[in-house]
């Protein structure tokens, strides 16, 4: 005779692998789901593409900026309307004169604070006139880009200079959404957290208070 079991357990079986099938609970990760990084966000493209030598088109035409400035001289220095190079907008704090960057006589220079050139390829060093510590940040590689290898044993590097990032004639950097943080099982999606801090008394207007609310 046949025992009992020998039914029972097939016909479990086939109830789990039912259950199974049917998911009644189905499974929720703990992990958030992936964020895809925007193309932007690791594109090594410099924000801007200057030319690195002095030179200007004008109707179809490529010059050098001194095939003009040779044979036409430059007006005095007064708050005049420009009838050359309209499209710059000059907003450059006190920068309110072409010399302070541009050489006097060699328009296919700049200038430094003694009067000699600076190549036009190194704006970097004119841009050092009046932002030395930046200047440093940049030589360090705090400040600034560098693409390529961080390991030049591995491969180049390259430093970009100050005008790939930011207009001479307008320098503040425009605004830039963040890029996705990362989503990993440990970090979860963070939330609001208190932490304790003590007033910077720079910040005159901030609450005396440094919790997540404030933020």
């Not at 010399?99 to 430094?112: G, Q, S």
């Not at 560098?146 to 307008?170: A, L, M, S, V």
């Not at 979860?188 to 901030?206: I, K, M, Q, T, Y």
């Amino acid at each position: 005779m046949k025992s009992p079991f020998q039914f029972w357990v097939p016909l479990a079986f086939l109830v789990c692998a039912g259950v199974l099938l049917w998911d009644p609970v189905p499974f929720v990760s703990p992990v958030a789901a992936r964020v895809p990084t925007p193309a932007w966000a690791t594109d090594p493209t410099p924000v801007r593409q200057p030319k690195l030598k002095p030179e200007y088109v004008a109707a179809g035409f490529t010059y050098q900026c001194m095939d003009c400035h040779r044979i036409i001289p430059s007006p005095a220095e007064t708050f005049r309307r420009l009838t050359q190079h309209t499209e710059i907008q000059l907003n450059h704090g006190i920068n309110t004169r072409c010399f302070n960057c541009h050489h006097p006589t060699n328009r296919n220079a700049f200038v430094d604070d003694f009067g000699a050139e600076i190549p036009w390829n190194q704006p970097q060093l004119l841009c050092a006139k009046c932002h030395g510590p930046v200047y440093r940040d940049w030589q360090a590689g705090s400040h600034g880009r560098i693409n390529g290898f961080w390991d030049t044993t591995k491969g180049p590097q390259t430093k970009r200079r100050c005008i790939e990032c930011h207009d001479p004639h307008h320098p503040p950097f425009a605004q830039l959404p963040p890029a996705p943080g990362p989503n990993t099982l440990r970090m979860g999606r963070p939330g609001p957290v208190e932490h304790g801090g003590r007033r910077d008394p720079l910040r005159l207007f901030a609450p005396d208070n440094h919790s997540a609310s404030t933020h």
